[in-house]
Nanobody, 116 residues
Framework: QVQLVESGGGLVQPGGSLRLSCAAS????????MAWYRQAPGKERELVAS????????HYEDSVKGRFTISIDNRKGTVYLQMNSLKPEDTASYRC?????????WGQGTQVTVSS
């Protein structure tokens, strides 16, 4: 079993930055990839960024390329999402996920609101 806890969300003005963290605990040795998804009200959930436990290659949704950076610290079992140049359309609940061979785990989510 893997438990995931996200942190770092909040309210930020357009153009600002936030850093999301997702700390994994439990059987973190079984994790082979982690990712961030987001879902805005009335919209479908979308994959924002993903990273394997090796750290490369990373994948980004087109709208966040050049603005968001995903990274992983395997010693801490933590994945980060650095979000720069935030836009109102980035407003959503962001959830962390971890993949093992057996299954996919989800965190509870953290809210990101971009508004002036």
């Amino acid at each position: 079993q893997v438990q995931l806890v996200e942190s770092g969300g909040g309210l930020v003005q357009p153009g600002g930055s936030l850093r999301l963290s997702c700390a994994a605990s439990g059987s973190i040795f079984s994790i082979n990839a982690m990712a961030w998804y987001r879902q805005a009200p009335g919209k479908e959930r979308e994959l924002v960024a993903s990273i394997p436990s090796t750290g490369f290659p990373t994948h980004y949704e087109d709208s966040v390329k050049g603005r968001f950076t995903i990274s992983i610290d395997n010693r801490k079992g933590t994945v980060y999402l650095q979000m720069n140049s935030l836009k109102p359309e980035d407003t959503a609940s962001y959830r962390c996920t971890a993949h093992s061979v057996a299954r996919q785990y989800w965190g509870q989510g953290t809210q990101v609101t971009v508004s002036s």
